[in-house]
Nanobody, 119 residues
């Protein structure tokens, strides 16, 4: 079974920057995708960005040009670098991985890290 540990959340003023980190550990022979989702109060959880095999990435239109995703495959770690943060970016950010855990393929979620953008 996999464990995902997220870090880097906090409070920042509009226009500021944060970097989120998610490190996966456990018996994980293969990881097919790692990504970031967020959920604001009263809103559905939405995809922010993900990184898949062969360098394929997806970034949501709402954060395109401001957020970038990167991955250190050797360390099973994914990052979300957030620039020019806006109040509407306030949410709990969750890390997700899809991979092979032991001998079974599945998906796991982190517990989330809170990002608050306000004056």
């Amino acid at each position: 079974q996999a464990q995902l540990v997220e870090s880097g959340g906090g409070s920042v003023q509009p226009g500021g920057s944060l970097r989120l980190t998610c490190a996966a550990s456990g018996n994980i022979p293969a990881i097919y995708a790692m990504g970031w989702y967020r959920q604001a109060p009263g809103k559905q959880r939405e995809l922010v960005a993900d990184s898949r095999s062969f360098g394929t990435t997806t970034v949501a239109d709402s954060v395109k040009g401001r957020f970038t995703i990167s991955r250190d495959s050797a360390k099973n770690t994914v990052f979300l670098h957030m620039n020019n943060l806006k109040p509407e970016d306030t949410a709990v950010y969750y890390c997700n991985i899809e991979g092979t855990f032991g001998s079974a393929r599945g998906s796991y979620w982190g517990k989330g890290t809170l990002v608050t953008v306000s004056s």
